[in-house]
């Protein structure tokens, strides 16, 4: 290994464990069961990875027992900019808890490096907005009179970055990232009383994710892990197994700590479309009560080439 070499992972191992003790105000943002083919949510690093274009929609139903519980839809996308050293990428994500609606746009970049020949590493940067909006007028309350609820409150858009380093090679890949650091409010409201009270602060979470692809026979078997730190709520994680039968067919299954088991299935439909379904069995007492989470995920890479067929991504 060459001293740049050296040098890089050295500055990425520093860049880790730095991370590693950044602690924010509650866990805040979506989850996803599917993160693993969804990395452009939590990952600015991940951009361009896959060395094709890359287009991914999931919706996710969380607590589906409950009115009002959580929807997710999120839609993004990333593609190599150049052959070896950019990537960039989007995505949109809409989110519903109760009455409250928020919404977000972020574009990424991804700087490559070789750290040798079948590893790169990638730093990444995102930058976007988010804005909320609480729909008082939709809460059925008894007392009409009540000012609270004769109107919605609409937040003011709030910027927001991150950052994030992705290390992946044909079998495995370890990244951490922050996709949000700054702590906004994303709402204010004032009162009768002319006192303004403030609302939705968003929360920094640190993303630790890892995965490797192991051959046992004709099976591929892929575990993978991610963390979410942040101050405020217990560290929490997922452990996941999928196995790839046939470089077609996806079955696996993961663990939330203290909250649910998961079942995955997918499917490479076509060379280009991979579809997939994801089912949350809650192990909490809230999660028993409120019903399980659906999760549905349509991923697009126009491969078309023999060598890209050949060759399948795996995560």
């Known amino acids: 290994m060459s001293h740049v070499q050296r040098s890089v992972m050295r500055t990425f191992t520093s860049f880790v464990a730095a991370l590693c003790t950044l602690w924010a105000s509650a866990q805040q943002d979506p989850m996803y069961s599917m993160y693993m083919w969804n990395m452009m949510a939590i990952q600015p690093g991940y951009a361009g990875s896959a060395d094709v274009l890359n287009v991914t929609a999931l919706s996710r139903i ?7 519980a959580p929807i997710t839809q999120s839609l993004s996308a990333h593609s190599p900019l150049n052959a070896r050293s950019l990537g960039i990428g989007g995505s949109l994500v809409h989110d519903r808890i109760g009455r409250t609606y928020t919404t977000s746009a972020y574009g990424d970049i991804a700087y ?7 590893t790169r590493l990638a730093l990444g940067l995102n930058a976007g907005i988010n804005h909320a909006v609480m729909a008082n007028t ?7 009179n009540d000012p609270t609820f004769r109107s919605d409150i609409s937040g003011r858009i709030c910027p927001n970055f991150g950052f994030g380093a992705y290390l992946w090679s044909q079998h495995g890949y370890a990244g951490i990232a922050v996709p949000k650091l700054l702590r906004n409010y994303l709402g204010r409201t004032s009162g009768e009383d002319g006192v303004s009270s403030r609302f939705m602060q968003e929360a920094t979470h640190v993303f630790i994710t890892a995965g490797y692809v192991l051959p046992l026979g004709a099976v591929m078997f892929k575990p993978a892990i991610m963390l979410r730190a942040t101050e405020g709520a217990p560290l929490s994680g997922d452990i996941s197994a999928n196995f790839f039968l046939q470089e077609k067919f996806i079955l696996g299954a993961a663990y939330r700590n203290g909250d649910s088991f998961t079942g995955i299935l997918a499917m490479q439909a076509t060379d280009q479309i991979r579809v997939g379904y994801a089912y949350d069995m809650g192990i909490s007492a809230l999660n028993r009560r409120a019903g399980g989470a659906h999760e549905i995920m349509v991923s697009y890479a126009p491969v078309f080439t023999r060598e890209r067929v050949r060759s399948p991504r795996y995560f």
């Open 62 to 68: 969380q607590w589906a027992g409950i009115d009002g």
């Open 138 to 144: 939709q809460v059925e309350n008894t007392d009409p």
């Open 112 to 118: 490559r490096m070789n750290v040798n020949h079948n």
